[in-house]
């Protein structure tokens, strides 16, 4: 019995050695192709080694955009660095319109007579007690309640609370009945008339209302029920951590509100050991505006009290905006993305 033998062509091996060798060429040419190919934040493929060509108008766009965000912030910036830049510079040059830039003939004189006025380190001091537990107060009133507003068990009970809420942002008793009021409470003349009064923040509680509505998955709420957490226990163990950009935002808000409080203690405090920083800048320049006019007629002893009143104020307004410069660069991040998702919906 004979088997059939198939010849095969002596150059098919040669061929198959030859596809085979061009397969692995074209694999390993697209291999580093592929694998330089990496997905981008937005799970997009993203080469470094290719860029999109702009064309000449999308060169013109983008030098515009760019000279008016340089205009703007040279308007936003020059008028605080000039006054660092006056605070620190000889008067006499001030007024003759030869600073701009750079300080002339540096001094500190300025700072030294608004700090030789004892009363600045206790105005410093009343004003961070002051903001420090206001602050405080205000976090721990206004978290729940936006919480709490936040819940659509409570039903339509919330409408009405809120709508009781958003009235005292557009009418108030006045300042008489304010008065009066405090006067019965016993805050006059009391530390507590900076903190209680202003416990809560309308405007700051519907943002936080809207980011606990719409940063906060429904899912989390079901997940802790099952998991035997209360209301309070999800509030305080996943709310909580998880709302630290509008607690940064918010309590930003009230801390440069408590900072810059001025109204209150004009109108209730009367005791000198009880003012804010606010009040105490405002008293040395009051008294340096007073020594002004108390000066003799000769014209230059006017002059040179107007230019020490013009130094006074210009370090008055750098160590009252000081702090919160130093304090704001570390809570941008959470600022900028807390105003955002807080501010989606209402």
Same mark, same amino acid.
């Given at each position: ?11 098919? /091996? ?6 085979? /060798? ?29 860029? +999109? ?65 004892q009363r600045i380190w206790t105005g410093y001091w009343n ?11 205000? +976090? ?31 009418? =108030?008793?006045? +300042?008489?009945?304010?008065?009066? +009021? ?7 003349? $009391? ?6 009064p202003g416990a809560v923040s309308v405007w700051n509680l ?23 957490? =209360? ?13 630290s950009a509008i607690i940064a935002v918010i309590g930003l ?6 900072? $810059? ?10 005791? =000198? ?5 606010? $009040?105490?800048?405002? =008293? ?11 000066? /003799? ?50």
């Amino acid at each position: 019995m004979s088997m059939k033998t198939r010849n095969v062509p002596s150059n098919a /091996g040669a061929k198959a050695v030859s596809l085979n /060798g061009l397969d692995a060429a074209k694999m390993a040419t697209t291999a580093p192709t592929i694998a330089s190919v990496k997905n981008g934040k937005d799970g997009v493929p993203f080469n470094k080694h290719y860029h +999109l060509q702009k064309s000449v108008p999308d060169w013109i766009v983008d030098i515009v955009i760019w000279l008016l965000l340089a205009i703007i912030v040279v308007i936003v910036i020059y008028p605080l660095w000039f006054i660092l830049v006056a605070s620190f510079s000889d008067q006499r040059l001030v007024s003759a319109g030869r600073v701009s830039v750079w300080p002339l003939g540096f001094t500190t004189a300025g700072y030294q007579r608004v700090f030789q006025d004892q009363r600045i380190w206790t105005g410093y001091w009343n004003t961070i007690v002051y903001s420090v537990l206001g602050t405080a107060l205000n +976090l721990v009133v206004t978290l729940p309640a936006a919480f709490a507003l936040s819940r659509r068990e409570v039903g339509k009970v919330r409408r009405v609370i809120l709508f009781l809420f958003t009235f005292t942002m557009y009418f =108030s008793g006045g +300042l008489i009945p304010s008065y009066l +009021l405090y006067k019965q409470l016993g805050l006059l003349n $009391n530390m507590w008339v900076f903190i209680l009064p202003g416990a809560v923040s309308v405007w700051n509680l519907i943002i936080a209302r809207s980011f606990f509505e719409t940063s906060i998955p429904e899912d989390m709420f079901d997940a802790a029920k099952l998991d035997g957490l =209360s209301y309070g226990g999800y509030f305080m163990k996943i709310v909580i951590p998880l709302s630290s950009a509008i607690i940064a935002v918010i309590g930003l808000y009230y801390f440069v509100g408590h900072w $810059n409080d001025y109204f209150t203690g004009l109108i209730y405090i009367r005791e =000198s050991g009880l003012e804010p920083l606010q $009040n105490v800048l405002q =008293s040395i320049l009051l008294a340096n505006q007073t020594n002004q006019l108390g000066t /003799g007629a000769g014209g230059q002893s006017m002059l040179q009290q107007q230019q020490i009143a013009d130094q006074i104020k210009y370090g008055v307004i750098i160590v009252s905006t000081l702090p919160l410069l130093i304090i704001y660069p570390f809570l941008q991040k959470y600022f900028d993305k807390g105003v955002m998702i807080g501010a989606v919906k209402g």
